[in-house]
């Protein structure tokens, strides 16, 4: 199983390196911006590495949203990081689920979400997946709980979108982990990425403050629970760098050794 975390974008095979990562995943824009990703100088390496390399769209993308004012620039944005994102190889590119406005029908956003996959594909398309990720906060998310989460996918699931898993978000959303892949997997059919993180805050509580996977309110063996049910990579998104990062991955490692040695 590859285990990896979220890094700086400067050098993220050096990143990669100090925590004995088989993945990293990072930002190739300002995560709160709106400028368009630059090309890399480092794009053959990455292209060239053993190290798996996820992207993560800017947190502002919302291409749910009624208000044309994002949504329209939310839909070319995924699409000009998802190119450059396949432009150094990597295998996906996250982006956040997104959320309607508070008295705006939620029919709305799903079907927006079909809209800009459906512009992305008339545009030549994403080039690698899009991960679409559950969100930990909003009434009126997308993502958030898996009610919601049906309906989007009724609406994208002919697109080609997979499905990227956050521990922390689940669990301040209101989902339990216990069963929760299973429970994934039966609306989406699939988990392409994990991301793999305790909470600060408790269940329900809609804050999406990630935690080192042995601190946090959640009980460390629910994250190694679904992380063995999905069967699919992990990112931790932790605090501390280097030092706490390597300290979950190694975690992870232990926790999974016999299992990967008995497979």
């Not at 709160?32 to 100088?41: I, L, S, T, V």
């Not at 994250?223 to 990579?233: D, L």
Request: hydrophobic content about 40%; charged content about 20%; glycine content about 12%.
């Amino acid at each position: 199983m590859r285990i990896g975390a979220h890094v700086d974008p400067t050098d993220p095979l050096t990143e990669a390196t100090a925590r004995a990562a088989d993945a990293v995943q990072f930002f190739l824009a300002d995560p709160q911006g709106w400028k368009a990703p630059q090309p890399r100088e480092d794009a053959e390496r990455l292209r060239a590495t053993g190290i798996d390399i996820y992207v993560h769209a800017p947190y502002v993308v919302n291409v749910a949203t009624g208000n044309n004012r994002i949504r329209i620039p939310s839909r070319k944005l995924l699409l000009a990081h998802a190119r450059a994102a396949a432009a150094i190889g990597a295998k996906g590119l996250v982006v956040h689920g997104g959320h309607v406005n508070a008295g705006d029908d939620p029919a709305t956003g799903f079907d927006n979400w079909r809209k800009a996959l459906a512009y992305a594909a008339e545009s030549g398309g994403f080039g690698l997946p899009v991960l679409i990720e559950n969100t930990a906060g909003g009434e009126n998310a997308c993502a958030r709980r898996l009610d919601a989460l049906a309906r989007l996918w009724d609406a994208v699931g002919d697109h080609e979108v997979g499905f990227c898993l956050d521990t922390c978000h689940a669990h301040a959303g209101g989902e339990e982990l216990l069963g929760l892949v299973d429970r994934v997997k039966a609306i989406t059919g699939r988990i392409d990425l994990v991301h793999a993180n305790n909470s600060k805050d408790g269940f329900g509580s809609g804050r999406d403050r990630h935690d080192n996977l042995r601190g946090g309110t959640i009980d460390p063996e629910l994250v190694v629970a679904v992380i063995r049910a999905a069967g699919a990579p992990v990112i931790v998104e932790t605090p501390g760098g280097a030092e706490g990062q390597s300290g979950d991955i190694a975690f992870l490692r232990g926790q999974l050794a016999g299992e990967t040695s008995a497979a």
